[in-house]
T-cell receptor, first 117, second 113 residues
Framework: AQTVTQSQPEMSVQEAETVTLSCTYD???????LFWYKQPPSRQMILVIR??????QNATENRFSVNFQKAAKSFSLKISDSQLGDAAMYFC??????????????FGTGTRLTIIP | NAGVTQTPKFRVLKTGQSMTLLCAQD?????MYWYRQDPGMGLRLIHY???????AKGEVPDGYNVSRLKKQNFLLGLESAAPSQTSVYFC????????????FGPGTRLTVT
């Protein structure tokens, strides 16, 4: 079974600085998808960024980028120029490529990010 | 375009009572999901549906039932609520192709006393 581990329960960063959130996962599959979701105090889960395992290029979405290390099974999220609105719980998630019987997203336990003004 | 909506947003039940949570999506997604979120445990899949009229069990299905009579709606039922079902419930939907990115509703906070 796949597992996702976020070893940093809490992180903090000064506004305008850069922060990296860690995520590792365990799988025997060679093809899969990885996601970062953001959950602000409003509770809404918002997709931040997605990475396909077969792509070597790291995904980037504006100030958000990932460092995907497939051999190490590591998928970290880098937030550049941190803003107050980035304060949230961040969840790493894994999904298999298989189309049958494996529909769930496996989530990590989350990292709470605080932005210091 | 409202995305994924959930009704109600909050509910308090007594042990043994029943209730139904409603999820609706207007993105014409084939797949829909119900999760529960508990402190320190991330989100866990309860049930999901790959199309109208079909449902399947997820990771933690016991004590819940679901129905998908219309493509845009996915209902989660608790027949006899227990305190262990106190949680925040999220509905999500996705396309059936590609990465199947899941889009989430705002959640329902349920307390069972």
């Amino acid at each position: 079974a796949q597992t996702v581990t976020q070893s940093q329960p809490e992180m903090s960063v000064q506004e305008a600085e850069t922060v990296t959130l860690s995520c590792t996962y365990d799988t025997s599959e060679s093809d899969y998808y990885l996601f970062w979701y953001k959950q602000p105090p409003s509770r809404q889960m918002i997709l931040v960024i997605r990475q396909e395992a077969y792509k070597q290029q790291n995904a980037t979405e504006n100030r958000f980028s990932v460092n995907f290390q497939k051999a190490a099974k590591s998928f970290s999220l880098k937030i550049s120029d941190s803003q107050l609105g980035d304060a949230a719980m961040y969840f790493c998630a894994y999904r298999t490529v298989s189309n049958f019987g494996n529909e769930k997203l496996t989530f990590g336990t989350g990292t709470r990010l605080t932005i210091i003004p | 375009n409202a995305g994924v909506t959930q009704t109600p947003k909050f509910r308090v039940l007594k042990t043994g009572q029943s209730m139904t949570l409603l999820c609706a999506q207007d993105m014409n997604h084939e797949y829909m999901y119900w999760y529960r979120q508990d402190p320190g445990m991330g989100l866990r899949l309860i049930h999901y549906s790959v199309g109208e009229g079909t449902t399947a069990k997820g990771e933690v299905p016991d004590g819940y039932n679901v129905s998908r009579l219309k493509k845009q709606n996915f209902l989660l039922g608790l027949e006899s609520a227990a305190p262990s079902q106190t949680s925040v419930y999220f509905c999500a939907s996705s396309r059936w192709t590609g990465p199947r990115e899941q889009y989430f509703g705002p959640g329902t906070r349920l307390t069972v006393t």
